[in-house]
Every structure is written in C-alpha cells, then in structure tokens.
C-alpha cells in the first residue's frame, strides 16, 4: 500500500504542488517543477541535501479518473559508496499513477491513488518526494576514474599488505613456546 502520509504542515508551505484538477478540461494537462534543497527540508527523513531535479508531469484527464505521467531528470548529491566522497548523480526516472475516486481502503494501491468524492484538488509534492527516492540506485558510486585518489590508494595498500593482526593469547603462548626451548 502506498504510503502517503498527509502532514498538514508540509502541504501548505508545498502549495506550488497543489494541482486543483475541477476545472481541467478532459486531455492531457502539463505541469513543470525544479526542485532543490530546499524541497526536501521540507520532510523530516529526507536522505537528499543537495539537488537539481526537473519534473515534467503530464496530466491526463479523462471523465472518471486521471492519470498522472512523471518524468525526472536531474542530479542529486550522494556519497560514493567506494570513495566516501559527496558527488551529484545524475537521476533519470519515470513512473506514472492513476489518480481515482473511490474508498481509500479498499481501492489504494501502489499504482493507484485513491482520492475522496469531495475533493477538487491534489498535491503531488509527495509523490515526487517518492518517487526521487525511488530514482536513486541502491549502488552509488563515481564514474570510473573519478573516485578520489588518495583514498583509493590507501584501500589499495591495505588490502595488499593487510596489517598484521596481534592476538594477545597467541603471543602469550608464542612466548610460552620460547621459554621451554
Ligand atoms: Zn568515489
């Protein structure tokens, strides 16, 4: 089930999401959207700081339910799991949802949203917090070559020459083993 948790808050200071659909004529409705850092102060468990992502989201309004088509492009900075750098990945990411009226309980699923009879419009800030998560890979590293170097040659040599470890029971019996020479 689709997690949409409503905070009243977060929705009225994401005002530029509302999409108030009443009044849209039946085809296709298209809407744009940057978003930045400052998108994602908006949510308490947001993992992303620094961002440039567009959205394109196309509007399909037909009589009984709307389908919505989101189209993400755009970087986000993350740290390289090989390096421990920060770096923007480029994200690239499409998905869609259909929006129908109905019982939230019964009918609510990943792929369709399901609104009250009385509502007349929709934020879909949510969404694209989803949905830019869902964009990033769960492997995250650099390009190749562009890892930071010293960082790299240090891995190189740990893993070449691994440091020796010393158990203090083993040189315990080391020296045992001398004394009864
Ligand atoms: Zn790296």
Known sequence: ??????????????????????????????????????????????????????????????????????????????MCDTCGDDFMLPVSFKDRIIVKFGNEEIDQSDEIWVIPHHEHQINVAELIYEFVHLALPVRRVHSEGECNEEVISNLNKLESHPIEQSDPRWDKLKKIKKDLK
């Open 1 to 78: 089930m689709r997690s949409i948790f409503w905070d009243i808050d977060v929705m009225r200071k994401l005002g530029t999401f509302d999409i108030p659909f009443t009044g849209l004529q039946i085809g296709t409705h298209h809407y744009q959207y940057n978003i930045d850092k400052t998108f994602f102060d908006n949510f308490e468990f947001s993992e992303i700081s620094k961002s440039d992502i567009n959205i394109d989201l196309d509007l399909e309004k037909q009589s009984s339910l709307m389908i919505l088509h989101f189209s993400i492009n755009g970087e986000v900075e993350v």
